[in-house]
């Protein structure tokens, strides 16, 4: 099992930055491929930027790409995703997940573990 606790989401003005943590626990947080999903009320949950297990290949959706910047430290079992540039369409609920091997993944259904998500609202 792993555990994926978020953090850092809140209510920024357009224009704005935040910057989300996932801190995992409970297996070796550098054999998990992680990604960033986000979900909107009332649509389903897309993805926003994956990482390999190991520092190198990274991924992002296209409505983020230039704005977004995904990174890990292993050393402190944590995933991060800042945000710049945020945009009133960027407002959702945020998740990190896990995903078991070293593969990177832009599919849902591909990752085991999940947090609890974290808030982000940008107001216009």
């Known amino acids: 099992q792993v555990q994926l606790v978020e953090s850092g989401g809140g209510l920024v003005q357009a224009g704005g930055s935040l910057r989300l943590s996932c801190v995992a626990s409970?297996?070796?947080?550098?054999?998990?491929?992680m990604g960033w999903f986000r979900q909107a009320p009332g649509k389903e949950r897309e993805f926003v930027a994956a990482?390999?297990?190991?520092?190198?290949?990274?991924y992002y959706a296209d409505s983020v790409k230039g704005r977004f910047t995904i990174s890990r430290d292993n050393a402190k079992n944590t995933v991060y995703l800042q945000m710049n540039s945020l945009k009133p369409e960027d407002t959702a609920v945020y998740y990190c997940a896990a995903r078991s091997g070293p593969f990177r993944s832009t599919v849902v259904a591909e990752y085991d573990y999940w947090g609890q998500g974290t808030q982000v609202t940008v107001s216009s």
């Open positions: 990482i390999r297990a190991s520092v190198g290949s990274i």
């Open positions: 409970g297996r070796i947080f550098s054999n998990y491929a």
